[in-house]
């Protein structure tokens, strides 16, 4: 092998587990985001990107100037109460997110020098994958500005799983090179309840982020909000929409498990990803039984969210693996 050949191995080596890294610290950065929401943390640096007008946020109030909460009051809406836990929750969010950002960066310069002229479509999305993470830091900050606005956390949790589909696409048709294409039978069935079952999972996810907001609502009550037990029966409809909507997302992928079951190999990786989904989505209703039976207990609630985002993750692997043959044509070739 001569050093050019070296070289390119070299760099689709360092993409792909770049690649790999990234989607680490995507899911790692929803996590983080599920923590600063569960423990009430989104406004624990009340400025973007400084914290309390600092690089580093303080670790004391005496480090604040006299007056901090009448300069952050209108931002707040007069809620300023300097909690060192919810600033540094907060912070670390956020260092955690420039980190995602230097790191999908990273991945879409790796991809211009080994797939500029090889597959061109990885380039593309990579630098797509760059685009929606820096949208999604500037919607972060709007965020901030919007004091926490319902539908913008919401849109803010959105492009973070649309950057998580379009960088596993990339990713996935880089390793496609050496993954065998299996031979599966029933495919249009397949598809079409892989498809459905995204779609109605994606509206699940939608569904809990409404029963986040009404969680807000119900802490900002006062007869309400310190009392965690009696939070799930103030919280209305969307609650028990989004807890029966989970035995359908369940029935469906308990489906799908018995149609990949009889059309593919069972020690295929395409059944491998298949059986985590289920362990867990199995897990993520486990978390929500918790949440709904137990005061819905702040650990949990990221938890929760991150699996929801990660069994989206896992469906869109098994709906490439399943059309391999068609996604991952330019790859192969």
């Not at 303080?58 to 006299?66: I, R």
């Not at 990713?171 to 029933?186: D, L, M």
Request: charged share 15%; glycine share 6%.
């Amino acid at each position: 092998m001569n050093l050019v050949s070296q070289c390119l191995n070299i760099l689709m080596m360092l993409f792909r587990k770049l690649g790999i890294l990234t989607i680490i610290t995507i899911y790692l950065l929803v996590l983080a985001g599920g923590i600063v929401r569960s423990t009430g943390s989104g406004m624990g640096c009340p400025d973007w990107p400084k914290c309390f007008g600092m690089l580093i946020p303080p670790t004391d109030v005496s480090q604040l100037p006299h007056n901090y909460q009448e300069i952050y009051a209108e931002k707040l809406h007069g809620e300023v109460e300097f909690n060192v836990t919810k600033t540094w929750i907060e912070y670390a969010n956020r260092l955690l997110g420039a980190f995602t950002g230097i790191v999908v960066f990273a991945t879409f310069l790796a991809s211009i020098f080994y797939y500029f002229k090889k597959d061109r479509v990885i380039v593309y999305l990579s630098f797509l994958g760059v685009i929606l993470i820096g949208a999604n830091g500037v919607l972060g900050k709007y965020v901030v500005d919007s004091f926490l606005k319902p539908g913008v956390v919401t849109l803010h949790m959105l492009l973070a799983v649309l950057v998580v589909f379009v960088l596993l696409y990339a990713i996935a048709r880089a390793w496609s090179e050496v993954i065998s294409i299996e031979t599966i039978s029933r495919k249009s069935t397949l598809n079409m309840i892989l498809v459905l079952t995204l779609v109605l999972s994606t509206s699940q996810v939608l569904l809990g982020t409404q029963v986040r907001e009404a969680i807000d609502r119900v802490v900002a009550n006062p007869l309400f909000g310190y009392d965690r037990n009696t939070w799930i029966e103030q919280m209305g409809l969307p609650f028990f929409i989004h807890r029966s909507y989970s035995l359908l997302i369940l029935g469906l992928h308990v489906y799908l498990i018995w149609l990949l079951k009889k059309n593919i190999q069972r020690e295929g990786l395409t059944y491998k990803f298949m059986v985590a989904l289920l362990a867990i989505v199995i897990i993520e209703i486990i978390s929500g039984i918790i949440m709904a039976y137990f005061g819905v207990p702040a650990f949990i609630q990221p938890i929760h969210l991150t699996l929801a985002i990660l069994s989206l993750g896992i469906q869109f692997i098994v709906y490439l693996l399943i059309n391999a043959e068609r996604v991952f044509k330019a790859s192969k070739s």
